[in-house]
């Protein structure tokens, strides 16, 4: 048995963070929390979001695993404005998940758990840390995404560097120390990641106060935040493209 009610606002934006990496997530819900790992289908980005039951309206449940398409939830949830409240309910044996805003109700037929892949994340110690708003973010990945479709995140001499670079132009954005929140290294480094898979956090990160970026010389990238007065957690994961590959 499964019967939560949350403000659209928190639904859409758990549904935009995931929906940057895949199409559909199983959700495992705890007695007092969500967790949610999912990983996309070439293994290059994963994410590992938990979600206190307290940022939830309503919490009655049996713990349970339900999986979905997240584009048919997110659909739903676009019908209405941030304050309203969406219920998802589910029956056992039934295979179906009741979703219902307002005079809107919407009967979505549920994947087998078993299906979805759930990614071990990986225990990661960056060489550098950095953190920023995520307006700053938001900021350098469009400007990277004029430069081509792989940035370089760089630091070296108390500076942190993004570089994009496409056959005919150059893009950079450079931060000194003191226009961070932190900035830690032990030694400088660079890696290159793709932009594309990058880009989809721009509809999520505008109102997150500081996101913490972590990297290495060819490292993979960690990207953590909280959102909903941190009922929510966050960590993104992206393999580097390193020099030599196809």
């Excluded at 990661?124 to 479709?149: E, M, T």
């Excluded at 660079?190 to 990297?215: A, C, M, R, W």
């Excluded at 957690?233 to 590959?245: K, N, S, T, W």
Aim: hydrophobic share 40%; proline share 4%.
């Amino acid at each position: 048995m499964l019967n939560v009610t949350a403000r659209l606002d928190l639904m859409s934006k758990i549904l935009d963070t995931l929906k940057a990496v895949v199409e559909d997530a199983k959700f495992d819900f705890k007695e007092n929390s969500l967790h949610i790992r999912v990983v996309d289908h070439s293994h290059v980005a994963m994410i590992q979001m938990d979600i206190d039951s307290a940022a939830f309206d309503t919490w009655e449940l049996d713990e349970s695993s339900v999986a979905f398409e997240l584009s048919v939830i997110r659909d739903i949830v676009g019908i209405g404005s941030p304050d309203e409240m969406l219920n998802l309910k589910t029956d056992s044996g039934s295979g179906m998940l009741h979703a219902k805003l307002g005079n809107v109700k919407g009967d979505i037929r549920t994947i087998d758990p078993s299906t979805i892949t759930v990614p071990s994340l990986p225990p990661l110690k960056p060489q550098c840390k950095v953190h920023l708003s995520g307006k700053d973010f938001i900021r350098i990945l469009r400007a990277a995404k004029l430069g081509g479709d792989m940035m370089t995140l760089a630091v070296k001499d108390n500076e942190f560097i993004v570089t994009a670079s496409g056959p005919s132009n150059s893009i950079q954005v450079f931060f000194e120390k003191d226009d961070l929140q932190l900035l830690e290294f032990d030694q400088p480094a660079h890696s290159q990641y793709s932009i594309g898979y990058l880009h989809p956090l721009n509809k999520v990160v505008g109102d997150v106060d500081t996101l913490e970026l972590g990297f290495g010389e060819n490292y993979p990238l960690s990207i953590n935040f909280t959102f909903y007065n941190g009922a929510v957690e966050v960590q993104y994961f992206l393999a580097p493209r390193v020099e030599g590959d196809i």
